[in-house]
C-alpha cells in the first residue's frame, strides 16, 4: 500500500527490546542461541507475522520497536521523486536534531530503517553527521535457490529446501507458517530483492497452475519487503506440460503457449521478476536441440515477458565432453550472438570461466561482450569450498571477480563497471547469488555461512564495501561487540577463503574434487565424462603439472583483453595464484620464491593446513563472547576443517608425489594416512543431503 499525501511520519525512539520466547508464532528463536536470529541477533527483533503489515508499516516497526537513542527518527516518502534515489535508494539525515530518512517510495525507506538499525548494532551512529545517501548498484539483485520441487536441494548443506510445497496454502495465505515472512525479512535487511525459488535444473511443473498459485502465495508474502518472485524454467515445458510435438522457440504454438502461460503468470503475480534459464547445459533442454541458438530461445521468453517488465537470466554455463578446453566454451558459444538479445535479456555469467572453484580468473566473457547485457553470478553455497563444515567468508572471492579488470574499454573495465552498466549503457542491471539457505535451524547449516547470504546482499548493494568491513559488521550484530571478538574473528573471517584456497588447490589447481559431491581431495577420480575427471584440469604427469592455456596450449589467454592476454601467457609474469591454471609446468620449475614448484606447492598446502589450525585456536580464545550452543557448534566445524585441510593435502601431495617423485620439503608435517587408504575412502554424499559433521579417516590435530 502505498500511503499518498504522506509527507512525514515521526517515532520517537522505543528503545524496546523483544526478548523471545519459545512458543510464540512470532518467534525466531527457540531456548538456547540456536543462530535463527541471523544478524538480527544483537536486536533480538522478533518474527514478523505471515502476512499484514505495509512495507511502510514495517520500516515504522523497525524503528518503533528497535531503535534506542533519544533521537527521534522521520521517515518521509519525497513529494517529488529524487532523482539520483532512484526508486530503491535513500538519503538519511542526520544533521538536524531528528534524523530524517528520506526515500521516492516506501521500499526506499524500508532499507532506510535497516541502515539505521545496523547502523546502531554496529556503533556507527556517532559518527554520522551530514547525508548519508544510498541508492544501489545493481538493479536487481536476486538469490537463486538450486531447489527441487521435491524438497532436495542441490549443492544445498542446510537441510532440505524452506518451500514446503505440500503444505503451503493457497487459499489462505495468511495461514502458512511465518518463516517465509522471516525470510524475506532477512533478505529485505540487506537489499536482496529478488528470489529464483526453483532450481535451474528445472523440473517444467513448475508452470503448472497448481504450484503457481503456490508460488503466488509466497510472493504475496514477500511482496511487502520489496522481494520479487522469478522462476527457473524447463525451455521443453510446452512438450512436457501442453504435449505440443516440439519446443521449437521458433514454433508459432510454442510461441503462443509461452505467451500466454506468461500472461497466466502476471495475473497471478502483477510483478513477477521473469525467468532464470539453464539451456543446452548439462543435459537441459534448450534452443539448440532444434537447430535454434541461444538468442532464438532466450528472445522468444523475453518477448513474451517484455510487455509486462519481466527479465531474462540466460546462463551462459555451457559447455561439451568433447571440448580440449571447458573454460573457453562460453565465449566460443556466445560471442557470435553479441548484439542478437533483446534488451530485456541478461546473460548470467559464473564469476570465473570454469565453475565457482576457489579461485579462477574472471570469466572472459564479461570483457568480450559488447551489446549484450552481462550479469555475475556467484555461489553462497559452498559447493567447492568444504559445504556447510568449513568457514570460508566468500565475500573476497566475489569482489576479486567484480574488481578485475578487463580492459574491454581501457583501464577500468573491471567486471563490476561492466556489469553495473558503467562501461556501456545497460537497460537492465543485475546479479546473481546461488543460496545457502535450507530448513536448517541456522538457515546455513554453519553458522558463519550466515555471513555469506548477509554478504552477497550487502555487496549487491554496495560493491564498494570490503571484506573487513562486511564481516565485522556481521560478527557485531550476530555474535557480539567486544572488540577482542571482532578484531581477532574478523580477521580469521577474511583470511579464510584463502585459507582454503591453500588446503584444497593452491596455485591456480582446480578441480581436483572428489565427485560427484565436490567435497574432499579426488584429483585420481574417474568419471562418466573426461570434462568431469580431475585429470582433465590438474594434467599431473611426469614432466609437471597445470593445464596449458597460452598461445601454445589450448589459447584460452587469447579470450583476455591486453594486457591481461600477454600477462597471463608468459609464465614470467603470470600471477603465482593462478599459475597453475594458464601454465603446465615442469615439477622444478623455479617459483618467485627461489623454491621449486614442487616445494612451494606443499608449502602453501602445508600453509593453508596452519591457517585451518590456527582458526581453531583463535575461536578457543573467544569462547567468553558466544553463546555456549554456538561456540560448540563452530568448534566442531573448525576441528572438522583444519582435520580436513590435512586430508586434502595427504592426498593431493601424495598423489601427486607418484609423478614428481620428490620428497616433501622441509616445514613440512609428515603425512598422516596413505594415498591407498584415502583413495579407497568416499564420504558418500550422493543426494547432496547436509552432509554434517562424518567420519574421516582418523586425522589428529597436534
Ligand atoms: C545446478 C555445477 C554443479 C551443478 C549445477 C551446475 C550449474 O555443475 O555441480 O550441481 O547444477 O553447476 O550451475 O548449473
Not at 566460443?332 to 542478437?340: T, V
Not at 602453501?604 to 573467544?622: L, M, P
Amino acid at each position: 500500500m502505498r500511503i499518498k499525501n504522506l509527507t512525514s511520519i515521526t517515532f520517537v525512539a522505543a528503545g524496546l527490546l523483544a526478548l523471545a520466547s519459545c512458543s510464540n508464532n512470532n518467534t525466531r528463536t527457540t531456548i538456547g542461541d540456536d543462530g535463527h536470529l541471523l544478524w538480527f541477533n544483537s536486536l533480538q527483533m522478533e518474527a514478523p507475522a505471515t502476512l499484514g503489515p505495509t512495507t511502510l508499516q514495517i520500516a515504522q516497526e523497525n524503528i518503533a520497536k528497535y531503535w534506542k537513542s533519544d533521537r527521534k527518527v522521520e521517515l518521509k516518502l519525497n513529494n517529488e521523486a529524487v532523482a539520483e534515489l532512484g526508486t530503491e535508494g535513500f538519503e538519511i539525515d542526520f544533521s538536524g536534531a531528528n534524523i530524517c530518512a528520506s526515500a521516492n517510495s516506501e521500499v526506499g525507506l524500508l532499507y532506510a530503517s535497516y541502515e539505521l538499525l545496523r547502523l546502531q548494532e554496529t556503533d556507527e551512529l556517532a559518527a554520522q553527521n551530514g547525508k548519508l545517501t544510498s541508492v544501489p548498484a545493481f538493479e536487481r539483485r536476486v538469490l537463486n535457490h538450486w531447489d527441487n520441487l521435491d524438497g532436495t536441494v542441490e549443492r544445498g548443506f542446510a537441510g532440505h529446501s524452506l518451500w514446503k510445497w505440500d503444505e503451503i496454502n493457497a487459499d489462505d495465505v495468511a495461514a502458512n507458517s511465518n518463516i517465509y515472512a522471516e525470510y524475506a525479512s532477512a533478505n529485505a535487511s540487506v537489499g536482496i530483492n529478488g528470489t529464483v525459488l526453483n532450481n535451474v535444473n528445472a523440473n517444467a511443473d513448475i508452470l503448472t497452475e497448481d504450484y503457481l498459485l503456490k508460488v503466488k502465495a509466497l510472493a504475496e508474502i514477500f511482496r511487502p519487503y520489496g522481494l520479487k518472485v522469478y522462476l527457473s524454467l524447463n525451455f521443453a515445458a510446452p512438450k512436457h506440460l501442453a504435449n505440443l510435438e516440439t519446443s521449437d522457440p521458433l514454433d508459432n504454438e510454442v510461441v503462443a503457449w509461452w505467451n500466454a502461460k506468461v500472461a497466466e503468470i502476471y495475473k497471478l503475480i502483477p510483478d513477477f521478476g521473469g525467468f532464470l534459464v539453464k539451456a543446452n547445459s548439462e543435459g537441459q533442454s534448450g534452443p539448440q536441440d532444434y537447430g535454434r541458438t541461444h538468442a532464438d530461445g532466450a528472445n522468444m521468453i523475453a518477448k513474451a515477458l517484455e510487455p509486462f517488465g519481466g527479465i531474462v537470466m540466460w546462463r551462459a554455463f555451457v559447455y561439451d565432453a568433447q571440448s580440449p578446453d571447458r573454460a573457453k566454451q562460453a565465449v566460443e558459444e556466445f560471442m557470435p550472438l553479441d548484439g542478437q538479445f533483446a534488451d530485456n535479456v541478461l546473460i548470467q555469467i559464473k564469476n570465473g570461466p570454469v565453475d565457482f572453484q576457489p579461485r579462477e580468473p574472471f570469466s572472459p566473457l564479461f570483457g568480450q561482450f559488447e551489446k549484450t547485457q552481462a550479469m555475475v553470478e556467484v555461489q553462497i553455497t559452498q559447493e567447492y569450498l568444504g559445504h556447510s563444515n568449513h568457514l570460508v567468508f566468500m565475500h573476497p572471492m566475489w569482489k576479486e571477480c567484480l574488481d578485475s579488470d578487463t580492459y574491454e574499454r581501457g583501464e577500468g573495465s573491471t567486471v563490476g563497471a561492466i556489469t553495473e552498466g558503467k562501461v556501456m549503457p545497460y537497460k537492465y542491471t543485475a546479479i546473481a547469488g546461488v543460496s545457502n539457505v535450507g530448513n536448517d535451524r541456522n538457515w546455513c547449516g554453519h553458522h558463519f555461512a550466515q555471513a555469506n547470504w548477509y554478504a552477497y546482499g550487502r555487496m549487491a548493494w554496495n560493491p564498494e564495501l570490503s571484506s573487513e568491513q562486511i564481516a565485522n559488521e556481521w560478527l557485531m550484530q550476530t555474535f557480539s561487540k567486544e572488540k577482542k571478538f571482532v578484531d581477532s574473528v574478523g580477521k580469521l573471517m577474511v583470511a579464510s577463503r584463502e585459507a582454503c584456497v591453500k588446503y584444497e588447490m593452491p596455485l591456480g589447481l582446480h578441480h581436483t574434487f572428489k565427485g560427484p559431491d565436490h567435497y574432499g581431495p579426488g584429483p585420481w577420480d574417474r568419471s562418466i565424462r573426461p570434462d568431469w575427471e580431475p585429470a582433465y584440469y590438474h594434467k599431473a604427469a611426469a614432466d609437471g603439472l597445470g593445464f596449458d592455456r597460452t598461445m601454445k596450449g589450448s589459447g584460452a589467454v587469447a579470450q583476455y583483453h591486453e594486457p591481461l592476454k600477454s600477462l597471463y601467457n608468459d609464465v614470467a609474469t603470470c600471477p603465482e595464484n593462478l599459475i597453475l591454471w594458464f601454465h603446465h609446468l615442469p615439477w622444478d620449475y623455479k617459483m618467485k620464491s627461489g623454491r621449486t614448484l614442487w616445494d612451494e606447492l606443499c608449502l602453501t598446502f602445508q600453509s593453508g593446513i596452519n591457517d585451518a589450525r590456527s582458526f581453531v585456536d583463535i575461536w578457543n580464545s573467544v569462547e567468553q563472547y558466544v553463546d555456549h550452543q554456538r561456540f560448540s557448534d563452530v568448534k566442531v566445524r573448525l576441528e572438522r576443517q583444519a582435520k580436513d585441510a590435512i586430508w586434502w593435502r595427504d592426498a593431493t601431495i601424495q598423489y601427486f608425489q607418484q609423478f614428481s617423485g620428490m620428497a616433501l620439503p622441509d616445514g613440512c608435517q609428515p603425512f598422516q594416512q596413505k594415498l591407498e587408504k584415502l583413495m579407497k575412502y568416499r564420504i558418500g554424499i550422493t543426494n547432496y543431503e547436509n552432509p554434517k559433521i562424518e567420519t574421516l579417516p582418523e586425522y589428529k590435530l597436534d
